[in-house]
């Protein structure tokens, strides 16, 4: 784990006596820019849209980049918009990462711009609602190109900027996110290197932020285990091949898995089953047993042991009772990690951009995200920033993904100014 304090005096050491830039203070961004991120993410907020089908929040965008001056190329991975800013002065390449997609919630907060919209979901009609925050992290960083464009002369290289679509997810049958962003060629012909990405979230008092070097978010697999035995009447059991009990054992055995046969002290890991479905009635043994899961990991070499290790135990555990498991893992995003040499580094922006009493360690958190795949490819540092108001208990706020999140706009600047000031701080050490 990190020692903050004595790391970041070590690097502001390090940095004070070369005189770079960060010996002076941050850049803050004017009343007017906030008030204009203040209602650009209301304007979303009001208009929330479904994963792979961020059309209206696309076209906002593009038009607002396209007006800044950016190059800005349209329909990545469905509706991805992505613009960049070519500084006046050579340097490296930075990517700034926002996701845009709202999820199927019904809003039952009060706030003024509520969102009311509806859309189909799965085949029915849902309540659509910016339920993860995503409207915040898109206004944050068209604000961010806002500032940035108006500084362009004093950029040392290149920024690009990335609103993704379908970070919750693509709907079923699709594809999306950060993985058809970067199939589709993002990091082909420019190559950033560097990629920056802020979550907001309610576990974080507003203006806080949590960061972690290393692994910071899960990898997250969903599983299927099919079970297959012989249906009989329920008097009879030796007439055919029991599923409901062999699932049972199957859901036993896997706790063996990470409580006996993974290394812990590595990383922690969970296996969880979701559903059981089997049988229509009492006294009908069936001929199979669905069972699905999921699996988080931190360390990418325990996720892979696992997978492994499911399939043995689903499998010998049917065999045992003459019944048949098939396993399938449908691989979802992987570790969230951030890098560490890159972490260390912009530490000390954190700091100076939200106050150094606001800036922690953050714990390890279970839940994915796709910001994962960049950082597979190009070191990467994803933080959080809290959005619950100064006197709230973080831990009994409505958490990310209610119906109630509730996300305090005083946080926007600090996310603004946190994307403006990791390019110069990022491109003034390169
Ligand atoms: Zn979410
Ligand atoms: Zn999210």
């Not at 993002?186 to 950033?192: C, D, G, H, S």
Request: overall charge negative; aromatic content about 8%; some cysteine.
């Amino acid at each position: 784990m990190l020692k903050p304090t004595a790391l970041a005096l070590a690097c502001a050491t390090t940095l004070f006596a070369s005189g770079s830039a960060f010996a002076q203070d941050p850049i803050r961004i004017s009343a007017e820019l906030e008030q204009q991120v203040i209602e650009w993410r209301r304007d979303l907020h009001q208009n929330p849209e479904l994963s792979n089908r961020e059309f209206r929040t696309s076209k906002v965008v593009a038009e607002h980049l396209r007006e800044l001056g950016l190059e800005v190329q349209t329909e990545v991975a469905h509706t991805g918009v992505v613009g960049i800013l070519k500084g006046g002065k050579p340097g490296p390449v930075i990517a700034l990462r926002a996701d845009m997609d709202a999820l199927p919630v019904t809003e039952q907060t009060d706030l003024l711009f509520k969102s009311t919209a509806t859309a189909e979901y799965r085949g029915e009609e849902v309540g659509v609602m910016h339920a993860c925050g995503h409207d915040l992290h898109v206004a944050m960083l068209m604000g961010a190109a806002q500032q940035l464009a108006a500084m362009q002369e004093d950029i040392e290289g290149t920024v690009m900027f990335i609103f993704q679509p379908a970070e919750e997810g693509a709907p079923k049958g699709e594809e999306g996110g950060a993985e058809l962003m970067l199939e589709e060629g993002l990091f082909a012909e420019l190559k950033p290197d560097a990629v920056f990405g802020i979550h907001v979230w309610s576990a974080g008092t507003t203006g806080h932020i949590g960061y972690r070097s290393g692994p910071l978010m899960a990898s997250s697999d969903r599983f299927e285990i099919n079970v297959k035995g012989r249906q009989t009447h329920g008097s009879r059991p030796w007439g055919g091949v029991d599923p409901i009990v062999t699932a049972a054992q199957i859901i036993q055995n896997t706790q063996n898995i990470v409580s006996r046969q993974i290394d812990i002290t590595k990383a922690p890991a969970v296996v969880s089953f979701g559903i059981v479905e089997g049988g229509v009635r009492n006294n009908i043994i069936p001929d199979d047993v669905y069972l699905e899961g999921t699996i988080r990991n931190f360390s990418m070499e325990n996720r892979a042991q696992i997978f492994e290790k499911l399939k043995t135990t689903a499998e010998h555990t049917a065999l045992s009772s003459g019944a048949e498991a098939h396993v399938h893992i449908d691989e979802g995003y992987p570790v969230t990690v951030n890098d560490p040499s890159l972490t260390e580094k912009m530490l000390p922006t954190m700091e100076r951009v939200a106050g150094k009493d606001k800036v922690k360690v953050n714990a390890l958190v279970t839940g994915a995200e796709d910001f994962s795949f960049y950082a597979l490819e190009v070191p990467g540092l994803f933080v959080f920033l809290g959005i619950t108001p100064e006197g709230q208990d973080p831990a009994t706020a409505p958490s990310n993904h209610s119906p109630f999140f509730y996300a305090d706009e005083a946080a926007l600047k600090t996310g603004t100014e946190m994307y403006v000031n990791w390019v110069f701080d990022y491109a003034a050490q390169e």
